[in-house]
């Protein structure tokens, strides 16, 4: 256990045992926060700054305090013989969501509809990412995002259409441009 204010500035914080909650953290421009460890103390990732749960791979990164996002969110998901994993920020306190999220997919099998990853935990949420960048997907299919700032879960969805007919009273039907709907 480690009890002193940290500033991270530049390189990576691998955290593999416990920062107690005297230990508020900080993630400055060109510094990147991981590991597989616990962080007790109020932690910020500032504008230039990253947060990467796991080691170099799929991690959980425990928050035992408010974790506040204005940097970057780097976070990995596998499926391997459709065996789903991914790397999850728990946090016991606040979360705060801002700055980018950028998902890459690194597990060997392509993603499939209905596939979900719950990349967040979290006792309450307050605000959302500004930019999300997730991995590309087989024709037919698009991401649903609209449970992330909520609940922390992407998922893949079908892609499908919706088309509008009318019928006119002359008998002559016209419709509508597709538009896509989840």
């Known amino acids: 256990t480690f009890a002193k204010p940290v500033t991270v500035s530049q390189g990576t914080l691998l955290v593999g045992g416990s920062l107690a909650s005297g230990s508020t953290v900080t993630v400055a421009s060109g510094g ?18 990253t947060l990467a749960p ?40 606040i979360l705060y969501l801002g700055g980018a999220l950028v ?3 690194i597990g060997p099998d ?3 509809a209905g596939d979900s990853f719950k990349l967040f935990n979290a006792g309450t949420w307050n605000g959302g990412f500004t930019n999300i960048t997730l991995p590309p997907l087989a024709t037919g299919l698009t ?15 079908n892609l499908t259409y919706i ?20």
Do not use: C, H
């Not at 990147?32 to 700054?49: D, E, K, M």
């Not at 969110?73 to 306190?93: C, F, H, P, Q």
């Not at 991401?143 to 969805?157: C, M």
């Not at 002359?170 to 989840?182: D, L, R």
């Open 32 to 49: 990147t926060l991981g590991g597989t460890g616990n962080v007790n103390g109020l932690t910020v990732v500032q504008n230039g700054g």
């Open 54 to 93: 796991g080691n170099f791979g799929i991690g959980t990164l425990t928050f035992g305090s408010t974790l506040a996002l204005s940097g970057s969110t780097v976070m990995e998901i596998s499926r391997n013989a459709g065996v789903r994993t991914n790397d999850v920020a728990t946090v016991s306190g």
């Open 103 to 105: 998902v890459t997919n």
């Open 110 to 112: 392509l993603l499939a």
């Open 143 to 157: 991401w649903n995002t609209n449970l992330l700032n909520a609940s922390g879960k992407i998922a893949v969805s």
């Open 163 to 182: 088309l509008t007919y009318t019928a006119g009273a002359n008998g002559a039907i016209s419709g509508t441009s597709p538009q896509m709907g989840i």
